[in-house]
């Protein structure tokens, strides 16, 4: 009885959603969380490096009785500045213990050999996908990224998270596709987890490209694909998420995104079969402008579904004078 009891006694948590309104075209909230145990006070992300941002997450501790300095941990589900935002506020009045997965760690810290090598994996990408001008600009301002990153690093000793880990009564479970370092954090009782940008309601996700530690690119959409799958396979009743509301009906919402993953292969197999064979030009194809506006983000979906069409072997790429062109299978 005394252990049953003791168990469930450990279980228990309140969560207190902190939801910041969001300036982004298409997110309206930008959400974190304080989790509150017996004897024990984190925060699932951070929320955004803002004043109005910073208040919220006072308000909210003073509802749980608490403030701060009573913070023992703070978990990351990735490393986006949307995430872990008021992470160096906070540690400037404590020094709590911060929580990631292991791939955010060159990111949040901005170590100078991993931008090097994630500038020179960018240049030759666009390069080889025929963006042209485009490619240079934005190349431009990844030099630039690079120049200033001493300003932007964090100053602080990650611990590193990964697969099965246990961390503040939650397990940890690995979640890539929309960043390399995206985790899932799931209860013990397996009922709750909190799962970052895997998948929001309203919005869909992207997978970005992004260079693992040694330069080779990493297979975004299936990945993303596969963790979609895991959430759905989960069995919890609601995921808290980085952005917008909880969601209660989880593989419908994911059998929703995996068919939307879908039909965007088959429209890029039409472009392709139409005789479009460069992706920077499937990208203005499928894009149109967007493809200026929003360069990095299209242009890493494109590339993110090409190499998963080619997974499955429904296309084929040939190089010829430093260019992709790809083609049906
Ligand atoms: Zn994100």
Not at 121 to 130: K, T, V
Not at 257 to 263: A, G, K, V
Request: proline share 5%; glycine share 8%; aromatic share 6%.
């Amino acid at each position: 009885m005394g252990t049953l009891a003791e168990a469930i006694r450990q279980q228990a948590y309140t969560i207190y959603p902190i939801i910041q309104p969001a300036d982004y075209p298409s997110l309206k909230t930008i959400n974190f969380y304080l989790i509150q145990r017996e004897g024990g006070l984190a925060l699932i992300d951070a929320g955004v490096d803002s004043d109005s941002c910073m208040g919220r997450l006072e308000d909210t501790l003073k509802q749980a009785g608490a403030d701060i300095r009573d913070l023992d941990a703070i978990l990351l589900t990735h490393h986006h500045e949307d995430h872990a935002g008021l992470v160096p506020r906070l540690l400037e009045i404590k020094d709590i213990p911060v929580y990631a997965h292991r791939d955010a760690v060159p990111r949040l810290k901005m170590d100078r050999n991993f931008l090097e090598m994630r500038l020179e994996f960018f240049m030759r990408l666009y390069r080889e996908m025929g963006c042209g001008e485009m490619g240079a600009e934005r190349f431009a301002r990844l030099e630039q990224t690079l120049r200033k990153a001493p300003q932007h690093a964090l100053q602080a000793e990650i611990n590193e998270i990964g697969e099965g880990d246990q961390i503040f009564g939650f397990e940890v479970i690995e979640t890539p596709g929309h960043s390399p370092d995206s985790i899932t954090f799931l209860d013990a009782a397996g009922r709750t987890a909190f799962t970052g940008d895997v998948l929001i309601s309203g919005s869909s996700v992207n997978a970005i490209i992004d260079p693992t530690p040694n330069g080779s690119r990493l297979p975004s959409v299936s990945q993303q694909r596969r963790s979609l799958e895991r959430l759905a396979g989960l069995g919890a009743d609601i995921l808290y998420t980085g952005h917008h509301e909880p969601i209660r009906i989880i593989t419908g919402l994911v059998s929703d995104r995996i068919s939307r993953m879908e039909r965007k292969c088959e429209k890029l197999l039409k472009l392709i079969g139409s005789g479009i064979s460069v992706p920077a030009r499937i990208t203005e194809a499928y894009y149109r402008d967007l493809y200026r506006t929003q360069f990095p983000l299209v242009m890493s979906e494109i590339i993110g579904h090409l190499d998963y069409l080619e997974e499955q072997g429904k296309v084929t790429k040939t190089m010829s004078d430093g260019v992709w062109h790809y083609q049906n299978a």
